[in-house]
């Protein structure tokens, strides 16, 4: 038996001709990969180059001004001394009450408009999903609609929005719920396409509406990652409201470009941070949330 045990595991040499044979391909398939690989990066540097060229990018003055961008931020930083910490700090946050005023009105915002776009998408994502049996019409129209509204990027519509309504949160509002149902619309109408049909089918076959195939065999299958997607683009909005008011559609963006045109530099530097500090912290609690979701429906 050990005698046996020893020939199966023994590995025999290959003949040195088939050996040297099999080198050579292997020397032969590595070559072109290599030449393959040294092509796709001469392609990518030709476009960046035409690219660039294409954009009017100007190397020279790149580089002659480039110490301007450090320097910016360095003129948004106060001097604070250790033993004056507190007052300099103080000083350098004299607005806070108001900047946190304009930071809630930001959020305020960004929820109002991602809710009533992920509204708008949950309704239109099952009209123009595959899987649930939609006239064409229906499907058409659903589609075309949510490509026109993640299409036209939001601070366009902001910008439409303010002449018609005028200045403060309810252009941003609208921008982000238009804006938002597109892009949800379509990450929705994915998921729905990749759900079990056979709960659908055997609604279908007992009879049910399609209302309630919708109802009792698709929105269970799709709510978590339904509600993963919104939270996600919750986190985007928040940043594309405090954008939004760059063009007077409310927020803390609106008094940030206040700041940046009257060269307060160091009032731009304080609002930024609130505006980071926000963002990081609703990025970690939306995160803990998707992870929970994605784990639970792991479980199931």
Same mark, same amino acid.
């Given at each position: 038996m050990q005698g046996d045990f020893e020939l199966a595991t023994t590995i025999q040499p290959l003949?040195?001709?088939?050996?040297?044979?099999?080198?050579?391909?292997?020397?032969?398939?590595?070559?072109?990969?290599?030449?393959?690989?040294?092509?796709?990066?001469?392609?990518?540097?030709?476009?960046?180059?035409?690219?660039?060229?294409?954009?009017?990018?100007?190397?020279?003055?790149?580089?002659? $001004?480039?110490?301007?961008?450090?320097?910016?931020?360095?003129?948004?930083?106060?001097? #604070?001394?250790?033993?004056?910490?507190?007052?300099? #700090?103080?000083?350098?946050?004299?607005?806070?009450?108001?900047?946190?005023?304009?930071?809630?009105?930001?959020?305020?915002?960004?929820?109002?408009?991602? #809710?009533?776009g992920a509204v708008i998408a949950f309704v239109l994502a099952f009209f123009a999903s595959n899987s649930m049996e939609v006239s064409g019409w229906s499907k058409f129209l659903a589609r075309r609609f949510l490509e026109?509204?993640?299409?036209?990027?939001?601070?366009?519509?902001?910008?439409?929005?303010?002449?018609?309504?005028?200045?403060?949160?309810?252009?941003?509002?609208?921008?982000?719920?238009?804006?938002?149902?597109?892009?949800?619309?379509?990450?929705?109408?994915?998921?729905?396409? $990749?759900?079990?049909?056979?709960?659908v089918e055997g609604l279908r076959a007992s009879g049910a509406s399609w209302s309630q195939q919708v109802r009792f065999a698709a929105v269970p299958q799709v709510l978590s990652n339904f509600t993963s997607y919104t939270l996600l683009r919750f986190e985007i909005n928040v940043r594309g409201a405090a954008v939004m008011g760059f063009v007077g559609a409310g927020g803390i963006g609106q008094l940030l470009i206040e700041y940046v045109r009257k060269f307060y530099y160091v009032d731009v530097g304080a609002v930024l941070i609130i505006i980071i500090l926000t963002v990081m912290m609703i990025d970690y609690g939306t995160e803990k949330i998707r992870h929970r979701l994605i784990a639970k429906e792991g479980m199931s």
């Amino acid at each position: 038996m050990q005698g046996d045990f020893e020939l199966a595991t023994t590995i025999q040499p290959l003949p040195d001709e088939q050996n040297a044979r099999l080198q050579s391909q292997y020397a032969m398939a590595l070559a072109q990969k290599r030449r393959q690989m040294l092509l796709g990066a001469i392609i990518v540097v030709l476009l960046i180059l035409i690219a660039a060229f294409g954009a009017e990018v100007d190397p020279h003055k790149f580089v002659t $001004n480039f110490w301007k961008f450090p320097r910016y931020f360095f003129d948004m930083t106060p001097h #604070v001394g250790l033993s004056t910490f507190y007052d300099d #700090v103080t000083e350098w946050y004299w607005g806070l009450g108001k900047w946190l005023k304009l930071m809630a009105e930001t959020l305020l915002i960004a929820y109002v408009g991602t #809710v009533t776009g992920a509204v708008i998408a949950f309704v239109l994502a099952f009209f123009a999903s595959n899987s649930m049996e939609v006239s064409g019409w229906s499907k058409f129209l659903a589609r075309r609609f949510l490509e026109f509204c993640r299409t036209v990027p939001d601070i366009v519509f902001a910008l439409m929005f303010v002449v018609s309504f005028g200045l403060g949160p309810f252009p941003g509002v609208l921008a982000l719920a238009i804006h938002t149902s597109g892009a949800l619309g379509k990450l929705f109408s994915e998921v729905i396409d $990749n759900i079990d049909m056979k709960p659908v089918e055997g609604l279908r076959a007992s009879g049910a509406s399609w209302s309630q195939q919708v109802r009792f065999a698709a929105v269970p299958q799709v709510l978590s990652n339904f509600t993963s997607y919104t939270l996600l683009r919750f986190e985007i909005n928040v940043r594309g409201a405090a954008v939004m008011g760059f063009v007077g559609a409310g927020g803390i963006g609106q008094l940030l470009i206040e700041y940046v045109r009257k060269f307060y530099y160091v009032d731009v530097g304080a609002v930024l941070i609130i505006i980071i500090l926000t963002v990081m912290m609703i990025d970690y609690g939306t995160e803990k949330i998707r992870h929970r979701l994605i784990a639970k429906e792991g479980m199931s």
